[in-house]
């Protein structure tokens, strides 16, 4: 199963993505953590990659899609992935959908962790005290100074890929506000939905039932990619819009051609007359040739 998470910072997303590890058993593949790891370890990546993270930046997106290019390679990705924090731009998303072709491989779906902005900051301010109690280094980007970039590079940059994977059909929204609990039970719900997550070895479902719930599971995949799709972006407007015009010309010509019967059956009575016109001459000259020949008769 090959997955995205969607959602700004705070979202929740490294927590579920540890949760569909366990489940599915697939990797995570969080570009902040690689760029962190490569920040620790001083590599040329992580050197280009610090100062950028520290302010709230993205990182160039021909950077981040090299790491993941080489990544999604290697032998434990086989399995499956979940990429968190990846793509975060929509040449990103281009990228990756060129890199998917080009292995052949096939993403089952996008989710997308719906979240209050103004409970971004709390959960971040708890992450970092979590961290703190745990005797271990707080991110330097969890402050909520940096947040607020890093809220502002999610709504300019990242957010146009709601747009762009609802138009591919591959996006699902979850609520994000709901407990841990509650988000893992219904991504594993919306995955089911569309008949992904039967995949894990351990979990898998018996063949039979699969195959079953495939209908009714497309369905429900329909009715849960809905929210985003009502959404009702620019280029879904576009479409509508289209959509209304086509269908104003088909109003336009039925009615062109109920005029053009309502003419002929106009029309109609109209000959009915005449010809009635007609049976009753004839029958008025018949009646005259009668009288003559009545006449003449007497007449004898
Ligand atoms: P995260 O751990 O996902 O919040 O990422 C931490 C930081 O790493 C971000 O604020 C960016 O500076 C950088 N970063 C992570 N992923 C990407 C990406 N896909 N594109 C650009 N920058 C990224």
Do not use: C, H, W
Not at 38 to 45: E, K, L, Q
Not at 130 to 153: F, H, I, N, Q
């Amino acid at each position: 199963m090959r997955l995205i998470l969607l959602g700004p910072p705070g979202a929740g997303k490294g927590t579920q993505a540890q949760r569909l590890v366990e489940k599915y058993g697939i990797v995570q593949l969080s570009t902040g953590d690689m760029l962190r790891a490569a920040v620790a370890a001083g590599t040329p990546v992580g050197l280009k990659a610090k100062d950028i993270m520290a302010a709230g930046g993205l990182v160039p997106d021909e950077v981040v899609v090299d790491i993941i290019a080489d990544r999604i390679e290697q032998a434990d990705a086989a399995n499956g992935f979940i990429l968190d924090g990846f793509p975060r731009t929509v040449p990103q998303a281009a990228a990756l959908d060129d890199l998917l072709k080009r292995k052949k491989m096939k993403l089952d779906a996008v989710i997308e962790l719906k979240v209050n902005e103004g409970a971004l900051l709390q959960r971040v301010e708890n992450r970092a005290a979590e961290t703190r109690a745990r005797g271990e280094e707080v991110r330097a980007d969890d402050t909520p100074e940096v947040l607020a970039k890093r809220l502002a590079s999610y709504r300019a940059q990242t957010e146009p890929l709601i747009d762009y994977y609802s138009e591919r059909r591959s996006l699902l929204t979850v609520d994000g506000m709901m407990s841990i609990d509650g988000v893992t039970e219904e991504i594993g719900r919306v995955l089911s939905a569309i008949g992904a997550g039967t995949s894990a070895p351990a979990k898998a479902a018996p063949r039979q039932a699969s195959k079953r719930s495939s209908k009714g599971a497309s369905k429900a995949a329909k009715a849960s990619r809905k929210p985003a799709r009502a959404a009702g972006k620019p280029a879904r407007k576009a479409k509508a819009v289209k959509k209304a015009k086509k269908a104003a010309k088909a109003v336009k010509k039925a009615a062109k051609g109920a005029r053009k019967a309502a003419k002929k059956v106009a029309r109609k009575p109209a000959r009915k007359p005449a010809k009635k016109a007609a049976k009753a001459k004839g029958a008025r000259k018949a009646a005259k040739a009668t009288k003559k020949v009545t006449k003449k008769r007497a007449k004898r």
